[in-house]
């Protein structure tokens, strides 16, 4: 309908409503009408829309079914979409306002969604539309007899009137004829032309149809793409987190292998220190043995020696310093071999050290290499979003070109039609010329906030790339930190395995210390008693000097020079009688060469060891005299002779 809205379509209702148009066209502002409230209101007259525009509203409205919903078209009326629907139930589910074109004119389109089946009432007054649902009825046919005066020629069968009574009743039955006749043309016209809006109205509807069908299945698939999009995304998610599972599980086996590499570099380095442990042991028995033997054989040789003569002492005393330089010589060979095996400890460490730091660098490549591929995976995830863009954007530059094709076409037949209509030609120009200028203008508009919300998109895509890259690096630094603290965690664990098995190796070597001083206890108390020495007598002679030790049985002892100034007489097997025999002996006074004895006892060896100083070298001969021993010291060759003591 167009203009005022009923249920029924009056007589010459299109002849008046296009007088009108005619009649208005003129006086018409060339910018399009607003669109600029709707509200809902249940009043008397029933329940309804309260549309209000800033100027008288030119509309047509139809009925669709299946759903039922009512359809109100404002021509050349621009609107900013929107929906809604009331507060409470009723006849109506919901409204929305679509902006929509016609060639280069604008539409707003107010879709009414029944809940039910109603008949609607459209009222205008003025800049407000009412729209009113009542109760649905049967539709009463068109009265074409009922013929009102056309709009625009008020008083016309009035003067017909006055003409039939001022000429004769032939005239006026031919006149009445032609009046007649003329009001069937003009209600063939009418219903021609009824016909011709009610075939528009239908091929209106069908389009608003088409129009409501084709953008359900947009909406379905800008669903069904925002669903792929989804899943795609949840995909990339997924994998990326798998990927990020499966390095967390190649760090924890590389710190697993690293942890076991250095378990058994520790279990070799302890089974090598054991076998040196028992291979010291080994020698410290042979060496322990071999002291023993040796000692045996010394016995045995003391006491062949008690039957040979002074020479034989002498000689036994070289032969016990040749001893003592030959258990030096060994001693420092030992010492040798004890520095050779540390230095071999040492490139062992060396080696492991330059063994730990390799395996350190091909960590390091290793992740540097998983931080490449990495990269490139993002790169390729990168390049196929930007080849996804670029293909959304040419579906959406080969969709605007197949609209702007049909807004070619549309308005292509719409130029035709106004070719038809030459009183409107050069204002409809004009008008249409502004509103192609504006339409441009929106566009143009409508394609730099296109342009703006693809940037925004870009920015946020980059946004939520960088989110997610950080989040990757903090999820990399993480798993490294979590590494570095399992790498600390097994190095303490190391350590103090280490230390528990350093502290078994101190307890067994303690155990063995126990073990053996308790065998030398054991030998010691099978052995005798210690003879007891005592009673240290110096005397000078006329050749030099007498030290005499008493004994209370013989005892086995040696002589040995410590420096030219220096001679220490062991007494194996003894212990001093008294303290009083502890005190040192000052000889100088009597004018040799020995200047002091100090006397000493080593408890634990069994030993008593007497120290002699002397100004000067001397000779020194030992013999014993009965179970005491008797040192003899001569006079140095630069001695003066001296008289009796």
């Not at 507060?87 to 004119?105: C, Y």
């Not at 998983?370 to 959304?392: F, N």
């Not at 998109?457 to 590494?483: I, M, P, T």
């Amino acid at each position: 309908m167009r203009g005022r809205a009923t249920t029924a379509i009056p007589a010459g209702f299109w002849l008046r409503a296009a007088a009108l148009v005619l009649a208005a066209a003129p006086a018409r502002a060339l910018a399009p009408e607003r669109l600029e409230a709707v509200e809902w209101r249940d009043g008397e007259g029933g329940p309804g829309l309260d549309i209000r525009t800033d100027r008288p509203a030119n509309f047509t409205s139809f009925k669709l079914e299946h759903p039922p919903r009512v359809v109100v078209d404002f021509h050349e009326t621009q609107c900013e979409p929107f929906s809604g629907q009331p507060a409470s139930g009723g006849p109506v589910a919901r409204w929305s306002i679509e902006a929509l074109r016609t060639g280069t004119a604008p539409v707003a389109r107010l879709v009414v969604e029944l809940a039910g089946e109603a008949d609607y009432r459209l009222q205008s007054s003025g800049n407000r539309v009412e729209l009113r649902l009542v109760r649905a009825t049967a539709r009463p046919l068109v009265a074409l007899e009922r013929q009102e005066p056309l709009v625009g020629h008020p008083g016309r069968d009035e003067g017909d009137r006055r003409a039939a009574d001022a000429v004769p009743a032939r005239e006026t039955e031919r006149r009445e004829a032609e009046r007649v006749e003329k009001a069937q043309e003009e209600r063939r016209v009418a219903e021609a032309k009824a016909q011709e809006a009610e075939r528009q109205r239908r091929a209106e509807a069908e389009r608003v149809e088409k129009e409501l069908a084709e953008r359900r299945v947009a909406e379905a698939k800008a669903a069904q793409e925002a669903e792929r999009q989804r899943r795609v995304e949840a995909e990339r998610i997924e994998k990326e987190q798998a990927e990020r599972r499966v390095a967390e599980a190649r760090a924890a086996q590389e710190a697993e292998r690293q942890r076991r590499v250095e378990a058994e570099r520790i279990e070799k380095e302890q089974a090598e220190r054991r076998v040196a442990e028992a291979r010291a042991a080994q020698e410290a028995e042979r060496q322990r043995r071999a002291e023993a033997d040796r000692l045996e054989k010394e016995q045995a040789e003391r006491r062949v020696a008690e039957a040979r003569a002074a020479q034989e002492a002498e000689r036994q005393r070289r032969a016990e310093a040749e001893k003592a330089r030959k258990e030096e010589a060994v001693r420092k060979l030992a010492e040798a071999k004890a520095a050779q095996e540390a230095e071999r400890q040492r490139r062992a460490e060396a080696e492991r050290a330059k063994k730990e730091e390799a395996a350190r660098k091909l960590a390091e490549a290793k992740a540097a290499q998983e931080a490449e591929r990495q990269r490139r995976a993002d790169a390729e995830k990168a390049k196929k979003e930007e080849a996804a863009r670029r293909l959304a954007e040419a579906k959406a530059s080969q969709e605007a070109e197949r609209r702007r094709r049909l807004e070619a076409e549309m308005a292509k037949k719409e130029e035709a039609a106004r070719k038809l209509a030459e009183a409107k030609v050069a204002q409809e120009a004009e008008r249409r010329r502004r509103l192609e200028a504006e339409r441009a203008k929106k566009e143009e508009a409508a394609r730099k906030l296109a342009e703006a919300k693809a940037a925004q998109e870009a920015e946020r895509q980059r946004r939520v790339e960088a989110e997610r890259a950080k989040k990757e690096q903090a999820a990399r630094k993480q798993a490294e930190a979590k590494a570095a603290r399992e790498a600390e965690r097994q190095r303490r664990v190391d350590l103090e395995v280490a230390r528990r098995e350093d502290a078994a190796r101190r307890a067994a070597e303690a155990k063995t210390t126990r073990e053996a001083e308790a065998r030398r206890r054991a030998e010691a108390a099978r052995r005798p008693a210690p003879a007891t020495v005592g009673r240290l007598g110096f005397r000078r002679t006329a050749g030099g000097a007498h030290l005499v030790l008493h004994a209370s049985r013989s005892v086995d002892y040696s002589l040995q020079e410590v420096s030219p100034e220096r001679m220490l007489l062991e007494l194996r097997d003894a212990r001093l009688a008294s303290a009083n025999d502890r005190r040192a002996l000052d000889t100088s006074y009597f004018g040799t060469a020995v200047t002091r004895i100090v006397p000493s006892e080593d408890a634990a060896a069994r030993t008593v060891r007497v120290a002699i100083d002397l100004s000067r070298p001397a000779p020194c001969t030992t013999r014993r005299d009965g179970t005491g021993l008797v040192l003899e010291f001569g006079a140095p060759a630069d001695a003066e002779p001296s008289g009796p003591p």
